[in-house]
């Protein structure tokens, strides 16, 4: 079941201000920045840089996702290994709000994200 609208909202502007926060300064932008999207019921952050052989396409390095269980009513986080698969993320595999899994993807104790 996907988010409603008022809940996609709502993850727009804090997934917004959390991208905002951890963007590279403008002049490096077109190296490297910082986006998200929302599809269903996942949040996904992920780096843009540009295709290293064919400088006008981009290429897209996930970062973390959320996906949230309406059932229980928490969010599962998840990161991305070399194998580019989907984890869970331990030691918090779900978190309560998305409040809180920006705040351990900001935090990175153990370089799954960010590196």
């Known amino acids: 079941?996907?988010?409603?609208?008022?809940?996609?909202?709502?993850c727009e502007k804090l997934v917004a201000e959390f991208i905002s926060k951890r963007r590279p300064p403008p002049h490096i932008r077109a190296k490297l920045d910082l986006a998200f999207r929302?599809?269903?019921q996942s949040i996904e952050i992920?780096?843009?840089r540009p295709h290293w052989k064919e400088k006008d396409k981009t290429v897209e390095?996930?970062?973390a996702k959320a996906t949230y269980n309406r059932t229980k009513g928490n969010w599962k986080i998840?990161?991305?290994?070399a194998d580019l698969k989907w984890h869970g993320y331990q030691p918090n595999p779900n978190v309560a709000s998305v409040e809180e899994f920006l705040d351990i993807v900001d935090r990175d104790e153990y370089g799954c994200?960010?590196?």
């Not at 079941?1 to 709502?10: G, Q």
């Not at 998840?78 to 290994?81: A, D, E, N, S, V």
């Open 1 to 10: 079941m996907t988010l409603s609208e008022f809940e996609i909202k709502r």
């Open 78 to 81: 998840l990161w991305q290994r």
């Open 38 to 40: 929302i599809r269903a």
């Open 113 to 115: 994200f960010f590196g």
């Open 46 to 48: 992920f780096e843009v």
């Open 61 to 63: 390095q996930s970062v």
